[in-house]
Each structure stands twice: as C-alpha cells, then as structure tokens.
C-alpha cells in the first residue's frame, strides 16, 4: 500500500473521515457486502449517490446512506429524514402538526407547520387515493392506510414550501408509489475512471455464512485435560464475561416491542386498535402469540 493511500482515511472523533473518491468508493463497498443496506440501494453507486446528498446537507454517510433511498434513478428523502432537516434549517418555528379529518372516503390528513411566521400544509385524503389507485393496493397501502395518508400529505407539504431545504427531491414514500420508468443501461464515460467504476458495479449480495459443523474427530479426554485452564485463568476470563442466556425471547419481551414500535410511529388508539385486528386472531397483544407478535414488529420496522 502506498504512502499516500495509508494516511488517505483517518478515524476522527465522529468515524471515518474519507478524503478521496477511493476511500468512498471503498466505503460504499464494504456496506454492500456487508448487508448493511436494503437490496435496492445494494450498488457502491447508489451508495455513493446517497453519501454524496446527505453530505451536501451536512449528514454523515451513515446516517446519509439511513436517510436517502436512489428510487427510479434519483435520490429521495425518507419521510422522518426529510422531518428533521426542516426541524434543524432554523426556517421553522414549533414542530409539525397532523390532523386526520372525515372518516370513510371522506377522510383526509393534513400536515402543517409555521414557517415565517405563516402556516404551511399540505393534504392528502382517500378521494386521492383513489383516483391514484394508492387506496386498498397491496403493501403499506392495505397495512397502515392512515399512516401513509401522513406521508403523503407530508410530501406535499415539504415539496411546496421547502425544496429549498431538501434540493427539491420527492419523499421515497412518494416516490415508491410512481410508475417505475425504463432507465438506460448504458453508461457515459467520464473522465474519471474511478467514477466509471462506480457506475458499472453490479449489486454486491451480503456473504453468506455456512453454519458450523461438528468435528467428528474428538480428542480423547486425557488429551482435554492436558489443555484445561488453571483456575487462576478462569477466574480472571469470568471477571469480564457477562451471563448469556439461552432462552429465547418470552411472549413479554415480543408484547413491549410491537408496543415500543408503535409509540416510535405514534399510533394513536384507533390505529393499535386496527392493526392488532389485522395482525393476531384475538385482537389483543396480551393472548397473541409470539409468532403474530413477531410478524407484526416486522412489519412495523420496515414502515
């Protein structure tokens, strides 16, 4: 390794500080292959296209790879990402405001927020999504309704009233629900052929790890015995082991998760109420089982 590669990435007080597009591109490697991103976002280069939008805003890659999704070939804010660059902008006052009117088709959500001392919002009801076909389509639109309605209202709130904060770029909520474009395969050549690299890379799948096997060739006690530990060393390996438990997680342990999941999404009463009829065969966390409760905190983690 050359001298110049060995000083090129320094750990800092906040991780890894890359000062080139190798260290990047390296960077964005290593998070593919290590599964660290949704198969979507799989590629260095979308990688490397999140990285580079979160840190034009001031996000580091982390939390830039955590907060921008490449959909249809261009970059998207999620939702809660997009919530708390408008928060930190300093152009707003007091938090956002939701609030759900109307009910059946005539129900409708509405996100607001005070910036110069005006209120801005933006609305989203079921007639819309409807008229889009977004309304009872399979996924998140048939799972959480009421929760997407926010989205939605929420994308066009900060498409209209903020893209100057967010460069003008759609919410992945509202990005995902549009009909994907054919996108051309070939690549213009540039004059960095770092960068070309980048471009062409295909998905990185994560490794996979085979499981451990049994060696059938066992040493014979008394070759065991040989190489037991004095009681010295086992006395200073148990000062710093910390008691694992075998036992999988009880029923209790799954219950405070779904809930702690739906206190993190701010369900109100009437959507614990829907989502547990959805989800379990007796509408209660307390008798559901923990495969209903597992299911369910799947899901909940990916909204």
């Not at 007796?282 to 597992?294: D, F, N, P, Q």
């Amino acid at each position: 390794m050359s001298e110049e590669k060995a000083v090129a990435t320094r750990m800092g007080e906040r991780g890894l500080e890359m000062l080139t597009v190798d260290d990047a591109l390296r960077f964005a490697k290593t998070v593919c292959a290590e599964g660290l991103v949704p198969k979507s976002m799989a590629t260095p280069g979308k990688v490397l296209v999140a990285m580079q939008t979160g840190m034009e805003v001031g996000l580091s890659p982390m939390r830039a790879i955590n907060s921008v999704v490449v959909i249809n070939g261009a970059p998207t804010w999620k939702g809660d990402a997009a919530v708390a660059l408008i928060l930190d902008s300093g152009k707003v006052t007091g938090n956002f405001n939701t609030r759900y009117d109307g009910e059946g088709d005539g129900a409708s959500c509405t996100v607001s927020i005070k910036r110069g001392g005006q209120v801005v919002s933006g609305s989203f009801s079921v007639v819309e999504a409807k008229r889009a076909g977004l309304w009872g389509k399979t996924g998140p639109w048939s799972q959480y309704p009421k929760r997407m309605l926010y989205y939605r209202a929420l994308g066009f709130l900060v498409r209209d009233h903020f893209s100057d904060v967010l460069y003008g770029f759609r919410t992945s909520e509202e990005a995902e629900d549009i009909p994907q474009r054919e996108v051309a395969a070939a690549v213009i050549p540039s004059e960095d052929p770092l960068l070309d690299e980048v471009l062409k890379a295909p998905a990185i799948e994560a490794p996979k790890v085979e499981p451990a096997t049994v060696e059938e060739d066992v040493p014979p006690l008394e070759v065991l015995a040989r190489n037991e530990p004095t009681v010295e060393e086992m006395e200073r390996v148990d000062e710093f082991t910390e008691p694992v438990s075998d036992e999988p997680p009880s029923n209790h342990e799954w219950v405070a998760r779904v809930e702690d999941l739906m206190a993190e999404k701010n369900f109100d009463a009437k959507g614990k109420k829907a989502t547990l009829k959805a989800n379990t065969a007796s509408g209660s966390l307390k008798t559901a089982t923990i495969e209903e409760l597992k299911a369910m905190a799947e899901k909940l983690e990916t909204l």
